[in-house]
């Protein structure tokens, strides 16, 4: 391994524990959890690049320390969800960017999540039909093997043939990699609120749509959503050991 690809290891290792500290000071735990993982095994490979014994003991302390931290989060996190009182909120502010449907999600999704429920008036207009395309496409490429997604949304009276169509189409691209779409509508609904069935709950104050219109089809954030400005609002998440129940 070249000296280059081991000095790059290091700084994105640093970049990630950076943000992994970030986290956790701000009382934002699974997300810490999250980095905290991906930044130690980044410097378990600098690790194994050494042979120099000093500077191999020296990576082995550091590994050490964010190992513990990150079982006493775990252990935090577990504790908190058994007693039914975990709660975390991110504040997404105005012009915000960094938000993208992976970066906001990633931290709630593993291997065991098979099925999902959104909740959303707003999945009428093309952009919004769009968004949740995006985030469907998000759960097929992640590490969890979805097999059920239900959708409760209202329908569009202006034009719900619009509407209808688009979550037909995407129900049958869904349908031929092996996931069943759920569609419901109603007249009702006003909350926004995602469920997995692993626990987590994802209440976003503006649902899915919280990107902002680009300034043009040719701009940065058009296409990669991590780069996307974002409306100003809250994401409150909670756990619960009855998902299915809600």
């Not at 504040?91 to 999902?116: C, H, M, Q, R, W």
């Not at 590490?143 to 059920?148: A, I």
């Amino acid at each position: 391994m070249s000296e280059n690809h081991v000095s790059g290891m290091e700084a994105s290792a640093v970049s990630v524990l950076k943000r992994a500290v970030e986290l956790d000071q701000s009382g934002r735990f699974q997300e810490s959890l999250v980095c905290y993982q991906e930044g130690i095994q980044l410097l378990i490979d600098v690790l194994k690049a050494f042979k120099d014994d000093s500077k191999r003991g020296h990576y082995r302390e550091k590994i050490k320390g964010y190992m513990d931290r990150a079982e006493q989060i775990k252990a935090h996190v577990n504790q908190m969800k058994e007693d039914g009182k975990y709660h975390e909120q991110i504040k997404i502010s105005d012009d915000a960017t960094g938000y993208s449907y992976e970066a906001l999600f990633k931290p709630y999704i593993s291997n065991t999540l098979s099925e999902v429920w959104v909740e959303d008036p707003y999945i009428r207009h093309t952009h919004q039909l769009y968004n949740f395309l995006r985030f469907c496409e998000m759960l097929l490429k992640s590490c969890c093997k979805v097999k059920q997604i239900h959708l409760l949304t209202s329908q569009d009276e202006a034009d719900s043939s619009q509407q209808s169509s688009a979550l037909s189409e995407l129900r049958d691209s869904l349908s031929a990699r092996g996931v069943t779409l759920d569609l419901q509508y109603s007249s009702t609904i006003h909350d926004r609120e995602i469920r997995f069935d692993n626990g987590w709950i994802i209440k976003i104050g503006r649902g899915l749509d919280y990107f902002k219109k680009p300034t043009g089809r040719f701009s940065i954030g058009y296409c990669d959503y991590d780069l996307r400005q974002c409306h100003e609002t809250s994401v409150d998440i909670f756990h619960t050991k009855h998902t299915k129940n809600l």
